[in-house]
């Protein structure tokens, strides 16, 4: 019992040191970024993280989520953000418009490992992956009016 928890947290110690090698400084520049924004160029950020969460997610990748727990579909969903960030970057994706679309990734895999509760022993961490879900909330509701037709 003891060693699976030990396990456990060197599980998440390691998730965190990727996290925080990967994703954390994009994730950050993205959020400031948006932050900044005047409210005619917020809908981009939206449309850019709600377009990088539904790409990740494992009904994207073939997996069912009906067979899938919710903490696992978070998880699955943050490793596919964090292999799509490695991948961009291998890529040397330059430019503002890429640099744009890999920070939206980067900010995806930090909201999904924050929903994953993987941030649990790490304040810093948590209070980013806080901030990364509330922006991918507020675009899930842009898309959402504006497929309804409400006011965006």
């Known amino acids: 019992m003891f060693d699976w928890l030990k396990t456990e947290r060197r599980e998440r110690r390691r998730r965190v040191r990727l996290d925080r090698k990967y994703l954390e400084a994009r994730s950050r520049r993205f959020l400031k970024i948006y932050l900044d924004a005047d409210k005619t160029r917020k809908p981009q950020f939206y ?44 890529l040397k994706k330059d430019g503002r418009l890429g640099d744009f679309l890999t920070d939206a990734y980067a900010t995806v895999g930090i909201a999904y490992h924050r929903a994953a509760g993987v941030y649990t022993m790490d304040k810093e961490m948590q209070e980013l992956g806080t901030a990364a879900v509330h922006l991918l909330t507020m675009a899930t509701s842009y898309k959402n009016a504006q497929k309804n037709g409400g006011p965006v």
């Open 47 to 90: 449309r850019a993280v709600d377009e990088a969460s539904k790409r990740c997610q494992p009904s994207e990748s073939g997996l069912p989520p009906s067979e899938l727990e919710d903490a696992q579909i978070a998880e699955a969903t943050s490793r596919a953000a964090m292999k799509i960030v490695l991948e961009r970057t291998a």
